[in-house]
Nanobody, 118 residues
Framework: QVQLVESGGGLVQPGGSLRLSCAASRIIFSIKTMGWYRQAPGKQRELVATITSVGSTNYADSVKGRFTISRDNAKMTVYLQMNSLKPEDTAVYYC????????????WGQGTQVTVSS
């Protein structure tokens, strides 16, 4: 259905930064709220940030003040700037279209791995 391709992950030291990117279709990016999710091994996938079609944002308490979600509808891309990274941020990060209950409406892609370790 909706193709979402995440990129930008990698291995960083605690306190470091990464910027994730998510590319999708023009229609999706022009009319839908987008979200970033993450899932650590053995843990439930969680929603960490959302951005509406007009730029309103929300963040999970665990990332507030450190992560910034943004979008460029012309480029059909949503970004997650991650600063002051902590080991507990280690997870596979996914983008998707949030539903009203913390889940997602689209199918899940492969995500991009973020590993924070010294």
């Amino acid at each position: 259905q909706v193709q979402l391709v995440e990129s930008g992950g990698g291995l960083v030291q605690p306190g470091g930064s990464l910027r994730l990117s998510c590319a999708a279709s023009r229609i999706i990016f022009s009319i839908k709220t987008m979200g970033w999710y993450r899932q650590a091994p053995g843990k439930q996938r969680e929603l960490v940030a959302t951005i509406t079609s007009v730029g309103s944002t929300n963040y999970a308490d665990s990332v507030k003040g450190r992560f910034t979600i943004s979008r460029d509808n012309a480029k059909m891309t949503v970004y997650l700037q991650m600063n002051s990274l902590k080991p507990e941020d280690t997870a596979v990060y996914y983008c998707n279209v949030p539903n009203s209950a913390g889940g997602a409406l689209g199918s899940w892609g492969q995500g991009t791995q973020v590993t924070v370790s010294s």
